[in-house]
């Protein structure tokens, strides 16, 4: 399969959300990704659940919502009654992953975990059967507009080999300076749904880098 683009809407202009919304919805993004920050796993605050849902309504491309939060298990329903279609959630943050994704998925909804720079993949050994998607943290997470941290792609290829060799179909999400330079590179890398804020929200242009970074290569 090619790969996906999901724009994150944490660099879009909040005074224009829905102005924004529509811009993605007349390019070929295939998902939009939402990050939810709590403040206290990452030190910034972002959104809840309004926006997800005022998201929710302005647009039919599906919500990949990304928890930067501790005890994400209070929230899942709600997330889903918000209208995410994937949720993923920190390897950092559950006591019990196995636990929550089976909750996730129980719920309808695709089941991602997500790791920090400083995890390794092997973590992941043992949860890749019962999971979607892994989402690699390419920098610390809290804020956007950080450089890409370049060892990010060592660790791609050793989680794609885990995936290949396990025979499991699970999706590879990278968030994190992806832009038009080193978007080729991550996906011969072995990533299938490249994540971009800054790359696509300051562009002058943004429907036309969308398009650039889901061509193939």
């Known amino acids: 399969m090619s790969h996906l683009v999901a724009p994150s809407l944490l660099a879009a202009d909040f005074a224009n959300l829905a102005g924004e919304v529509e811009m993605l919805n007349e390019s070929v993004a295939d998902w939009l990704h939402l990050d939810i920050m709590d403040g206290v796993f990452v030190p910034n605050l972002s959104f809840g659940f309004p926006v997800v849902e005022a ?32 949720l993923t959630v920190h390897y950092e943050t559950c006591n019990n992953l196995h636990r929550t994704v089976t909750e996730i998925r129980r719920l309808g909804m695709k089941a991602g975990v ?26 610390n997470p809290g804020y956007g507009g950080q450089i890409f941290i370049p060892g990010s792609i ?27 330079q080193n ?19 300051s562009a002058s242009d943004p429907v036309d880098v969308i398009r650039r970074l889901r061509e193939p290569v």
Not at 128 to 138: A, C, E, K, N, R
Request: hydrophobic share 45%; net charge negative.
């Open 183 to 201: 978007a080729p590179v991550l996906v011969h890398a072995g990533v299938d749904v490249l994540v971009a804020g800054n790359t696509v929200f």
């Open 55 to 86: 998201v929710r309504d302005l647009t039919s491309k599906p919500l990949d919502v990304h928890l930067m939060i501790i005890d994400p298990d209070k929230f899942l329903e709600r997330f889903r009654d918000a209208g995410a279609s994937n």
């Open 114 to 139: 997500t790791l920090n720079p400083h995890s390794p993949v092997i973590l992941l050994q043992d949860i890749l059967p019962y999971i979607d998607m892994v989402l690699l943290m390419t920098v």
């Open 154 to 180: 060592n660790k791609i290829g050793e989680l794609r080999s885990m995936i290949d060799e396990g025979g499991y179909d699970v999706l590879i999400e990278v968030d994190g300076g992806v832009d038009l």
